[in-house]
């Protein structure tokens, strides 16, 4: 038996969340699902975990998942995955030590997409950089008894056809505080709030932008240190492509079709 990291994507439109619910269709249980049918574990022999929770709506392209199994062979336990699994396509591989947990990444990324009709690229770059650093973010999450002071290393603004790409990587992020910050910076860059407003919440002071909408975020990619995954060759990839899911523009594929 040994333990393996998986990295594995899905459209969250299909899901409730990645995190398993009662009555709901997860990320996780249709993971389970599929690693009970493929690798003939008990549950708790599996040690399934994952290193990202998404909410409903919110899509992966980067997520990863640990567990044990007695295959082998890598790629005919992913290309096994992909055959019996309903919406979650994994991509990439990597055995790992049997203390790994994927919870405990060194850097996350995530993407975010604003279309940019009346937006100023260059107040929105001027927003996100009040972010960056060291801050109490208990006015951008949605409360859930954890420490809300976290360190992003970097908000990147990119523009894209009729869109603006925001690109976050912290080693960790609160509940709900990419779409937070997010509102936050289209209220700005359209003309709606002003720094200061922000500087203000970050102050701790009771300002609202709102939450942006689930379906515009993507979580691009969870990393580790030492830890490198290489490719499937299960052909995934190619099969998905044509359906939008994988390619280089998944989340302008995802603005321009909304």
Request: aromatic share 8%; net charge negative.
């Given at each position: 038996m040994r333990r393996?990291?998986?990295?594995?994507?899905?459209?969250?439109?299909?899901?409730?969340?990645?995190?398993?619910?009662?009555?709901?269709?997860?990320?996780?249980?249709?993971?389970r699902s599929a690693l009970l049918r493929v690798c003939h574990l008990e549950g708790d022999d599996l040690g399934l975990s994952i290193a990202s929770r998404t909410d409903k709506g919110v899509n992966a392209l980067?997520?990863?998942?640990?567990?044990?199994?007695?295959?082998?062979?890598?790629?005919?336990?992913?290309?096994?995955?992909?055959a019996v699994s309903d919406g979650v396509y994994y991509t990439a591989y990597s055995w790992v030590g049997d203390d790994f947990y994927p919870r405990h990444a060194s850097s996350r990324e995530y993407r975010y997409v604003l279309?940019?009709?009346?937006?100023?690229?260059?107040?929105a770059r001027e927003c996100a950089g009040l972010f960056v650093g060291e801050h109490d973010f208990a006015r951008f999450c949605r409360p859930d008894g954890k420490p809300t002071v976290v360190t992003i290393d970097s908000i990147d603004v990119s523009e894209d056809g009729d869109a603006l790409i925001l690109t976050y990587r912290a080693r960790f992020f609160l509940w709900n505080m990419v779409r937070r910050t997010a509102s936050a910076i289209r209220e700005v860059a359209?003309?709606?709030s002003t720094l200061q407003d922000v500087r203000d919440a970050l102050d701790g002071r009771d300002v609202n932008f709102g939450v942006a909408r689930a379906d515009a975020l993507t979580l691009t990619d969870v990393s580790y240190e030492g830890v490198v995954f290489t490719p499937s060759s299960s052909g995934v990839l190619s099969a998905k492509r044509d359906e939008g899911i994988f390619s280089a523009g998944l989340v302008g594929g995802f603005f321009r079709s909304l």
């Open positions: 393996i990291a998986v990295r594995f994507a899905y459209l969250g439109d299909g899901f409730s969340g990645s995190q398993m619910q009662p009555g709901a269709r997860t990320v996780e249980g249709e993971m980067g997520n990863v998942a640990a567990f044990n199994t007695g295959f082998e062979d890598p790629d005919a336990l992913l290309r096994a995955l992909n279309p940019s009709e009346g937006l100023d690229p260059e107040l359209s003309g709606h």
